[in-house]
């Protein structure tokens, strides 16, 4: 019985919250959810890019599927002010964070065939989830000394709320990051248009039933808690890889990309390379720019 409630739904109530729970809300008919940590108090520390610009391409699509920036469409929040512009890590309170949505728990340390079930991603993990008070530290940290750069599918709110849930940290750059909710849409993409599989069958429930399956082994082997290519880091050394990426940014493009080849050749070797030293190279190729 407790297992079928998990399948049709994680929303709970106000009263469940507890300091340390991650938890979301979705936005715009559902296209996407934001998450953030509920630190206690009312308050809720989130990751957002803001002014309505959340996958950042400057069109349309910023419009539609806008899920970070609390929105006031009267008077501002009594408690909060004007958000509709915030960026970076911000704290508001719980009604801003749920902008008019539901609320909803995000479940960590679920059975595979929970995960399976629940077909939408960005609702749940396999991972294990850290002990409430490191949650709230690595939150209220980020807070003050910020989460990077905001990235749609590398670098986002659920992506944030993982970290500080988990400590877990991807050290590659040829996937995505933590987020379910991007692992879903490229899984998605995949199931439609990648599979060589779909020419096994011409019938309808045929393709379905493939596409269905890749789907599912897509979003089982991108989840945080199955993948190989992640580290756990202190939130303090993470935030001083940050600061010093930002310092290597401005190095020449050739410097930034010998950091990178030598720590790539370090991880073909095996050898165990800190993430934050992964991260720096890659924050510094990103930054160099080509004259």
Known sequence: MEDMKQILSNKIDKSQLKPGDHIYSWRTAWIYAHHGIYVGDDKVIHFTRGGGQEIGTGTVLDRIIVSSSPSNSGDPCLKCGDMSNADGVIASCLNCFLSGGDLYLFKYSVSPAIFLAKARGGTCTLALSDPPEDVIHRAQFLLENGFGVYNIFKNNCEDF??????????????????????????????????????????SFSGLAVVGCGIYCVSRFVADIGIR??????????????????????????????????????????????PVERVEVAQACVVSGKVE
């Open 228 to 273: 190989r290519d992640v580290n756990k880091i202190s939130v303090e050394r993470l935030v001083g890889c940050t600061r010093e990426a930002l310092v290597e940014g401005a190095m020449d493009l050739q410097t930034c990309v010998t950091k990178v080849e030598e720590t790539r050749a370090l991880v073909t070797q095996n050898t165990e390379v």
């Open 161 to 202: 709320a993982i970290y500080c849930k988990t400590g877990l940290l991807v050290f590659t750059t040829i996937s995505v990051g933590r987020s379910g909710q991007a692992a879903s849409f490229l899984a998605a993409t995949s199931a439609i248009f990648s599979s060589p599989l779909r020419y096994l069958t011409t």
